[in-house]
Every structure is written in C-alpha cells, then in structure tokens.
C-alpha cells in the first residue's frame, strides 16, 4: 500500500501561482497511475490531472490545460502540480490519488484505490 499526504494549499489571488506536493511512502510513485483530483463545495471530485506509471503520458482536464503542470520526482518520491494563471473557478480542496496499472489510465475518482487527506486551495477575485 501507499500512503499519501499533499502539501502547498492556500489562498493566492486570481492570475497567481501555486504548486502542490504529495508525498507518497509504503511504494513507489513510479508502481502507481498517480492523479491529482479537485473537489469544490456542493460539487462532485473531478479529474484534474494524471501521470501514468511509466511516466509516458500525462493528461490533463480541459479546464487547466495549458495553466497546471504535473511533475513527478522519482527520487524524493513526490508527485506535484505546478498551477499558474489560477482563478477563483480552481478554488476547492486538491487531494493527491494513486491506482495500481496496468489498467488504461482512469479518470473517475472511483477507480483510484489511494487517497491523500487533501489540501485546500482558494482563489479570490
């Protein structure tokens, strides 16, 4: 099993920066599809971004392509997005995920067996 912890929240205006990290311990980042997930108040957790295991292929939502960059490190055993141009829609709590391949990669949360307690983020206008 792995276990999950994100880092980096908080509050930054519209148009700003901020990068989160999870890291991961009990396994590898690179034995694990490793996604980053966001969950507003009232709505449903939606896909924001995925690196497959081998580290190939990254994919990301319409919604950040283009302002969020996921990065994984081998080494120190994070993954991390990296979310420029932010605006006050990215506001919600951002929770780090990882699912055993070699399935094809998954976007519904359902399908992600490890979760991280997540980490708030809030964009003001």
């Known amino acids: 099993q792995v276990q999950l912890v994100e880092s980096g929240g908080g509050l930054v205006q519209a148009g700003g920066s901020l990068r989160l990290s999870c890291a991961a311990s009990?396994?590898?980042?690179?034995?694990?599809?490793m996604g980053w997930f966001r969950q507003a108040p009232g709505k449903e957790r939606e896909f924001v971004a995925v690196v497959r295991w081998s580290g190939g292929t990254t994919v990301y939502a319409d919604s950040v392509k283009g302002r969020f960059t996921m990065s994984r490190d081998i080494i120190k055993n994070t993954v991390s997005l990296q979310m420029n141009s932010l605006r006050p829609e990215d506001t919600a709590v951002y929770y780090c995920?990882?699912?055993?391949?070699?399935?094809?990669?998954?976007?519904?949360?359902?399908?992600?067996?490890?979760w991280g307690q997540g980490t708030q983020l809030t964009v003001s206008s």
């Open positions: 009990g396994r590898p980042v690179s034995t694990y599809d």
């Open positions: 995920a990882a699912a055993p391949p070699p399935a094809r990669l998954r976007y519904n949360p359902a399908q992600y067996d490890y």
